[in-house]
């Protein structure tokens, strides 16, 4: 037997098994490294150099946090938003690719000079004594997980960057013909002949016959239409529905507590003045004078060759030296402490309580922490429920079977775009007043016959069925006749009082001027100006009238339409005040901006970022650059 097996050992058809036995392990082991050949990951491709899905996530994260920081927690990220934001970060890194290139083609250096220079100069790196501060500077290093080599990589990074930008858009100023022409169309002043026909001071009209109002109210069918109507079952889902529903142990509480007791800790504070010098001994008498005398001791610090400072208002943490901290928080009420010894030299603090530190009890923040971990349990609880809902839907089930297998707030209501029911009133549902528009969105967006489905936005999850679908149509004129009636005779008062206006206008292009044509018409002329392009309490003129009246020439008439009236203008001149002189400051107060300089640096400004926009086109356009469709879609659906 072992003879035969030897023999067929040595035949080619057992070592095609045996290599094919050794690659079915070998790929077995190595499955996910074979799963993952020929996938790309990367969003987008600048000139060969990828830009990795996971980095574009992360950028994209990074600034929907930012987003939400600068909204106060107020935006709520719907698709649309998401895309946008992936968008956004996706550009933004191909535009870092892009310009990393150009500035490896013009082969741009940051000397390690340079480097130090500008980390010395950041303010947030300096001591009290305005030097720079090792301590805070790692102190930094540590809040951001960076080590000193990662920093100074990515500050060399920007400060390339800046040379590239800066020497784009140097130089890039405002002719003075430019910004001479542009402050003289912001201070341009002007002066009218102005005819207002109000509607309001129309005479009544004739009442109309029932075959006018017929066919009023049968031409004007948009305004007198009832809208489409929806009935619509609707299971709501979110976190401030479940939070009744959840319960929090004493437990729960005291670990949140616990967890966030910072929140409930009021910081003590004081007004902290310091003297720093670099002798034992001086300090030692600038301690005692300090207590005999507390006013004047700038001058003495300063004769005794050291800085005086006040450092404000400070809590513990914002002394960067823990033995300076120690012994301003450690002093009684405006003491004096003794010289202190830091690798600054010796310091004298003395210091006053502005504000005590305190601390709220347990016992006192306990119903609020219920309410927290409470809400927090009822988004898991939501979050975990959603697949549950969709499986639901998914199989056949209505919206009410589904709301009632997963406890959703069901309702059932009939209502227009508006959320307003038949009698006009607002339909109720227990949702946020601002989450209310996006939730008639998605009601509205859904096909007439399309299955339940389960949508998202600010006012949580909702499983949407639509029921039936009113279309909108023509309401009978016997149902609309007031409302028919009033709308009739108010346009009737617009067509007499804008008949009254064209008359005046063919009057003028028949030779007469605009006060002889309103005077036969006996109406009043005013003339009012001289007056500038922005509207205001000293501005006599109405804004929606200010723009059609700069943009006509002298003496030239033309008619303006409001919601209220017909205004006939004529342009009666154009004026250009001298610019007034900037007047000096009073003591303490700023100096006000002078308009000439101020058009002149934003000017200046605009053309710089236009410049630099065309030119970060440019090298855009000159390098190659392959956006993954497919991966920017799916980063936008996260």
């Known amino acids: 037997m072992l003879t035969a097996l030897r023999a067929l050992a040595g035949t080619w058809f057992a070592k095609v098994l045996f290599i094919l036995l050794i690659a079915s392990f070998g790929a077995w082991g190595i499955a996910d490294m074979l799963r993952s050949m020929g996938v790309d990951t990367a969003v987008a491709r600048v000139d060969g150099q990828t830009v990795e899905f996971l980095e574009a996530q992360d950028a994209a994260r990074r600034e929907l946090q930012r987003l939400t920081r600068l909204t106060e927690g107020r935006l709520q990220p719907d698709a649309r938003i998401r895309a946008a934001v992936a968008q956004q970060a996706v550009e933004s890194l191909v535009t870092d690719r892009v310009l990393a290139r150009e500035i490896q083609r013009m082969r741009v250096a940051v000397p390690d000079t340079a480097a130090r220079d500008y980390v010395f100069a950041i303010p947030g790196f300096q001591g009290t004594d305005g030097r720079f501060s090792r301590i805070q500077f790692d102190s930094f290093l540590a809040g951001n997980g960076l080590t000193e080599g990662q920093f100074l990589e990515l500050l060399r990074r920007d400060l390339a960057r800046q040379q590239i930008v800066n020497a784009v858009r140097a130089g890039a100023t405002a002719p003075s013909l430019l910004t001479d022409r542009l402050l003289a169309w912001q201070r341009e002043q002007r002066s009218v002949r102005l005819v207002e026909l109000r509607v309001a001071d129309a005479p009544e009209p004739e009442a109309p016959t029932d075959a006018q109002l017929e066919r009023f109210h049968e031409n004007n069918a948009d305004r007198f239409s009832a809208p489409e109507y929806r009935q619509v079952?609707?299971?709501?889902?979110?976190?401030?529905?479940?939070?009744?529903?959840?319960?929090?142990?004493?437990?729960?509480?005291?670990?949140?507590?616990?967890?966030?007791?910072?929140?409930?800790?009021?910081?003590?504070?004081?007004?902290?003045?310091?003297?720093?010098l670099q002798d034992e001994a001086a300090a030692q008498r600038i301690a005692e004078a300090w207590r005999a005398n507390?006013?004047?001791?700038?001058?003495?610090v300063e004769a005794a060759q050291g800085i005086y400072s006040d450092l404000g208002e400070v809590e513990r943490g914002a002394l960067p030296v823990p033995e300076l901290a120690e012994a301003a928080f450690s002093?009684?009420?405006?003491?004096?402490?003794?010289?202190?010894?830091?690798?600054f030299g010796w310091h004298v603090l003395r210091a006053h309580i502005t504000q005590a530190g305190a601390t709220r009890p347990l016992a006192e923040v306990r119903d609020e922490l219920r309410a927290e971990v409470a809400a927090e349990k009822?988004?898991?609880?939501?979050?975990?429920?959603?697949?549950?809902?969709?499986?639901?839907?998914?199989?056949?089930?209505?919206?009410?079977?589904?709301?009632?297998?997963?406890?959703?707030?069901?309702?059932?209501?009939?209502?227009?775009?508006?959320?307003?029911?038949?009698?006009?009133?607002?339909?109720a549902l227990p949702i946020p007043a601002a989450a209310r528009a996006a939730l008639l969105r998605d009601i509205?967006?859904?096909?007439?016959?399309?299955?339940?489905?389960?949508?998202?936005?600010?006012?949580?999850?909702?499983?949407?069925?639509?029921?039936?679908?009113?279309?909108?149509?023509?309401?009978?004129?016997?149902?609309?006749?007031?409302?028919?009636?009033?709308a009739y005779l108010q346009d009737a008062r617009r067509r007499y009082q804008e008949q009254r206006a064209a008359a005046l206008i063919a009057a003028t292009r028949a030779g007469k001027n605009l006060t002889d044509a309103a005077r036969e018409a006996n109406i009043p002329v005013e003339e009012l100006g001289p007056f500038?392009?922005?509207?205001?309490?000293?501005?006599?003129?109405?804004?929606?009238?200010?723009?059609?009246?700069?943009?006509?020439?002298?003496?030239?008439?033309?008619?303006?339409?409001?919601?209220?009236?017909?205004?006939v203008v004529e342009l009666a001149g154009v004026t250009h005040p001298p610019a007034?002189?900037?007047?000096?400051?009073?003591?303490?107060?700023?100096?006000?901006?002078?308009?000439?300089?101020?058009?002149?640096?934003?000017?200046?400004?605009?053309?710089?970022?236009?410049?630099?926009?065309?030119?970060m086109a440019a090298i855009r356009a000159r390098a190659d650059v392959r956006i993954n469709t497919r991966l920017l879609n799916q980063l936008a659906a996260e």
């Open 378 to 427: 009822a988004a898991d609880e939501a979050l975990r429920r959603v697949n549950a809902v969709q499986d639901g839907l998914s199989g056949g089930e209505s919206v009410e079977e589904t709301s009632r297998a997963h406890s959703l707030q069901y309702v059932a209501v009939e209502l227009d775009a508006q959320g307003k029911g038949r009698d006009g009133r607002d339909v």
């Open 532 to 567: 500038p392009r922005e509207a205001g309490p000293t501005n006599p003129i109405p804004r929606e009238y200010l723009a059609p009246i700069f943009e006509l020439r002298v003496n030239e008439i033309t008619m303006i339409p409001s919601p209220v009236a017909f205004a």
């Open 294 to 300: 507390p006013e004047g001791i700038a001058a003495a």
């Open 331 to 343: 002093l009684a009420d405006n003491a004096v402490s003794a010289p202190v010894r830091s690798p």
């Open 580 to 615: 007034a002189p900037v007047a000096a400051p009073a003591e303490g107060e700023e100096a006000p901006a002078d308009p000439a300089a101020t058009i002149k640096s934003d000017t200046d400004t605009a053309i710089a970022e236009d410049i630099e926009a065309q030119f």
């Open 444 to 486: 509205f967006s859904a096909e007439r016959a399309a299955a339940p489905h389960l949508a998202e936005g600010e006012y949580g999850f909702a499983a949407i069925e639509v029921k039936e679908v009113t279309p909108a149509a023509l309401r009978p004129l016997a149902e609309v006749r007031e409302q028919v009636l009033r």
């Open 233 to 276: 079952a609707l299971g709501l889902l979110n976190a401030a529905i479940l939070t009744p529903q959840m319960q929090v142990s004493d437990a729960e509480i005291e670990e949140a507590y616990a967890a966030h007791r910072a929140r409930f800790e009021t910081p003590e504070k004081r007004q902290v003045q310091q003297a720093l």
